[in-house]
């Protein structure tokens, strides 16, 4: 559905009082019986906003706070919620009030946008029920206009706070509707342009405004007049109220109308003239004749972004020369916040979107590992932040996880983090051990600027001897959940934070069995105000310990499960610091999976290979799979061998593929490329490239690596 075009109906969830009509719609009129009243009594404007079935009692300055003289209840429309108006709370007593010293203060009603006052018929000197300026009759029960100066500036004070309390665009918009009807209009729509500019960018294209929300009083049963669309004479909603489109023309009434920028009444030639272009010409809406109608153009910090029209039932008392004030305050302050709004989704989608490029997109899926990870931001205000995480595939079937910290939790943060993230891939790219990879991390944060400081957790898992080595940085140490349901914090040297400059980084090798769940985290996870790091890192430790509890002692528990059930460790205001996690599962690879060769760099080497190769099919079942490897396999170790000093390594690993690794000591990485007819070589990579399932070559500190993959059948 479309929430430009639903009208709202909300619900109250206040408990009703006595005297509730429980048949009046939302923002029904506002009923005022002529109450018994002592001499001289003035009447308090109710507060209230069009809320909730709740019958609010007004008393006067000679009533006893906590009791209501008969007929001075007021029901309300239904609505969601109350607002505060402190105006009330500080206003002065007025001449009768003073009269009574003893007499406490009347207790203001619940706080709300306050309606109009009392008839004018209930007071002293006005009992033929005339309405006091023009002389008309006024029909018993229905509201009264604000006449006096201190009720309007109650409105829009009160008005004016609500509608400040919205963030985002729909926020603002709900509120001028809901502080608009039914205490000013009986009906608002609200149109903006589409779409709307940012900050001080310009516009391009025709100015078109879009019917973003309306507002309005439902229809009562016996209501035989009033602005209704002439299709459906009983609606309940607006649905078919004006155009949802309109495009501005150049020169138009309505754009000189939008151009004036002030609020003006509809019966004026110009604004009766612009209706038409705003609603639509099929003449779906009827417009009050009169001084019923109100159009405000909302102007932004630097150009036109929409317009409201405020509109009246005939039977109201007509809008008076000060509503078009209250207009234009309603517009103005509406319009400003809307700006605003558009400002701060815009900083929002960008903290987003730079959050999105710098943590990973996806995470991959190595060969004996599986991964999962989560990312929570400080607050909801601060969407990026310093922490980091990342899993970078080696050569050799190994992986590197990394989890680090940047102090802070700003813009300025997260373009650290993203510069040492960076750095840390390259790193990872030429096979450095992790204690060489956390000192050129360090050495780099030292080149971005003093006070950069991070810490940061580096570990490189070997899948096939089951073994993984780790450094730190002054990062919390790693949690490790054994297959039976033990978990352990790895005892990992400390280490300085990164920044700090002329410490050296020692790296440990632990065992990493089958099965066994490997946890990295930042310290938001585990500190806070109300606990210290090591005292979080043992909830930490015993939470993931019941949680493998539950899967038994043979089944580790789901990876993805796993992780949410550690962040629900969390209390409500236990999170101070944004949170990254990287959790590890590890699969490893069997002995029997992998066949390990070393080749001597000479001629006879590809044909030794080959035969190897067959051997290893054969032993595992994939003969099918003969005729491709040992093509493929001749031709990557005839190019090693040719430029080899030092025996060549042939590696092959069974698991979801089959998947074969060359190694030598020759640095130069092999490049594809077209060769000629002529050519008697350079053609073993053009091969390899059009039949295995992936390919690449990857650099070592020693030499470098070629591998390819084939699919398994």
């Known amino acids: 559905m479309d929430s430009t075009r639903v009208t709202e109906q909300p619900t109250s969830f206040e408990r009703p009082q006595t005297g509730v009509d429980p048949v009046d719609p939302r923002g029904a009129f506002v009923h005022t019986p002529t109450p018994a009243r002592a001499p001289g009594a003035g009447a308090l404007p109710v507060q209230g906003r069009p809320g909730g079935d709740v019958t609010v009692p007004v008393t006067t300055a000679h009533s006893t706070p906590g009791t209501s003289e008969p007929g001075t209840s007021t029901p309300f429309g239904k609505g969601k919620d109350t607002v505060s108006d402190p105006a009330f709370e ?18 203001p009603a619940p706080e709300g946008i306050p309606v109009q006052p009392a008839d004018e018929q209930d007071r002293p000197g006005n009992t033929d029920g005339q309405e006091r300026r023009s002389g008309q009759s006024l029909p018993p029960g229905r509201p009264t206009p604000m006449r006096r100066d201190g009720d309007r500036l109650r409105f829009v004070g009160a008005a004016t706070r609500r509608i400040a309390r919205g963030i985002d665009l729909d926020e603002i918009v709900m509120g001028l509707c809901r502080a608009t009807v039914p205490t000013f209009s009986d009906a608002i729509l609200v149109y903006l342009r589409d779409p709307l500019p940012v900050g001080d960018e310009r516009p391009t294209g025709p100015l078109v405004l879009r019917l973003r929300r309306t507002d309005r009083i439902p229809a009562e049963r016996d209501t035989e007049n009033g602005f209704q669309p002439a299709a459906q004479p009983e609606p309940n909603e607006l649905d078919t109220v004006g155009a949802e489109l309109c495009e501005v023309r150049p020169g138009s009434a309505l754009a000189e109308v939008l151009r004036g920028v002030r ?5 004026a030639p110009a604004a009766r003239a612009a209706l038409p272009e705003l609603l639509g010409d099929g003449g779906e809406f009827a417009v009050p004749d009169g001084q019923r109608a109100i159009l405000a153009p909302l102007r932004g910090r630097r150009r036109v972004i929409g317009a409201a029209l405020f509109l009246r039932r005939p039977e109201r008392i007509a809008f008076e020369a000060d509503d078009l004030l209250v207009a234009a305050q309603l517009a103005t302050h509406s319009a400003l916040g809307i700006d605003k709004a558009v400002l701060y989704g815009r900083e929002a989608y960008i903290a987003d979107e730079l959050q999105r490029t710098m943590l990973p997109e996806t995470l991959p899926r190595p060969t004996g590992v599986r991964l999962a990870s989560r990312y929570l931001p400080a607050a909801e205000t601060a969407r990026v932040g310093g922490d980091w995480y990342d899993a970078i595939p080696l050569p050799g079937s190994r992986v590197a996880l990394v989890v680090g910290d940047v102090m802070g939790h700003s813009m300025t943060s997260a373009a ?47 899948p096939v001897s089951h073994r993984i080595t780790i450094a730190n940085a002054g990062h919390p140490p790693p949690v490790l959940l054994h297959l039976g349901g033990r978990a352990e914090v790895l005892r990992v040297p400390a280490g300085a934070p990164i920044g700090v400059g002329g410490v050296d980084f020692e790296a440990v090798e632990l065992d990493a069995p089958a099965g066994a769940t490997l946890l990295l985290y930042t310290d938001g996870l585990v500190e806070s105000r109300l606990r210290d790091v090591w005292t979080g890192i043992e909830q930490l430790r015993e939470k993931l310990a019941a949680v493998a509890q539950l899967t038994g002692p043979d089944h580790p528990p789901p990876l993805e499960a796993l992780c949410d059930e550690v962040l629900d460790m969390l209390g409500p205001g236990d999170r101070d610091d944004d949170i990254a996690l990287l959790a590890a599962r590890f699969d490893g ?17 590809p044909g030794r290979a080959r035969r190897l190769a067959r051997r290893a099919l054969q032993r595992w079942g994939l003969e099918e799979l003969s005729d491709s490897v ?12 040719r430029y080899a000093s030092r025996p060549v390594t042939l590696r092959l690993l069974r698991t979801d593929v089959l998947r074969c690794e060359v190694g030598d000591d020759v640095p130069q990485l092999p490049r594809l490329r077209q060769a000629r007819a002529t050519d008697e070589g350079g053609r073993g990579l053009y091969l390899v490239n059009r039949m295995a399932r992936r390919w690449g070559a990857t650099r070592l500190s020693t030499g470098k690596v070629v591998w390819f993959e084939l699919n398994r059948g």
Do not use: K
Request: a negative charge; charged letters at 20%; one cysteine or more.
């Open 90 to 107: 500080h206003s002065q007593p007025g001449a009768e009030q003073t009269a009574e010293r003893d007499t406490p203060r009347p207790r």
């Open 263 to 267: 609020p003006v009444f509809t019966d």
């Open 416 to 462: 650290i983090m993203g510069q040492l993230r960076t750095t840390a891939q390259t790193l990872a790219g030429l096979d450095l051990p992790p204690q060489e990879v956390l000192h050129h991390l360090d050495e780099q944060a030292q080149r971005l600027g003093v006070d950069r400081m991070a810490t940061c957790l580096y570990a490189v898992y070997d």
């Open 589 to 605: 690879i069997a002995p029997s999976d992998v066949a390990y060769w070393f080749l001597e760099p000479e001629d006879a080497a």
């Open 630 to 641: 040992e093509l493929l396999v001749s031709e990557v170790v005839t190019n090693a061998v």
